[in-house]
């Protein structure tokens, strides 16, 4: 089955998805995904590459994420054209692994994105980690060192709560300690699996 497992930054979606991977599931993290695809060599950076320039490769070839970050973050055209091509690759990416997994696993999709990119359409359940935005301001401040401003910043960035929420089949709460998210992640498995 494919489970989507999605969060705000900060929210313990990271944590949850570590639980789910010593339970025995097979876990897609989206943020290697998305490296992989524009690892030197790939369809993805040559493509990447004629779009926007050899000004944003390196000179040993790879991608130079801070260039490339520069160029799309302010301009939403060059953004829309970038996950034209990074999306699709991702997705193809997931399959592949998804296939290798076999038809028995049960395969998370760790995506931070799953909902803002419409991709939790394509997944059998789908499971937010949930927390108060205040707590996610709190964690990247405390555990991450980001300063609230820019916590806040890359929270607005992404979907609100309320959205996220309404996509979701199971939350997971994470408003307790780390003890509490793992025992609710056991839950789920057995309800899953019973399921
Ligand atoms: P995400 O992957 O959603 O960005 P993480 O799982 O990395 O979030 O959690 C963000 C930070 O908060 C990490 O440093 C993590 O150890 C910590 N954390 C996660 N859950 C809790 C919790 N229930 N109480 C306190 N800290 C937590």
Sequence with gaps: MR????????SGKSTASTRLRELGATVLDYDQLARDVVEPGSAGLAAIADRFGAEILRADGTLDRPALGAIVFADPAALKDLEGITHPAIRERAALLEREAGPDAVVV????????????????????????????????VERRGLTEADARARIGAQLSREER????????????TPDDLRAAVDALWETLARS
Excluded: C, K
């Design 3 to 10: 489970l989507g497992l999605t969060g705000g930054i900060g």
């Design 109 to 140: 999709h760790d995506n931070a994105l799953l909902v803002d990119m419409g991709a939790h359409r394509a997944m059998d359940t789908v499971v937010v980690v949930d927390v108060p935005v205040e707590t996610q301001v709190q964690r990247l």
């Design 165 to 176: 929420l309404a996509a979701a089949d199971h939350v997971l709460d994470n408003s307790g």
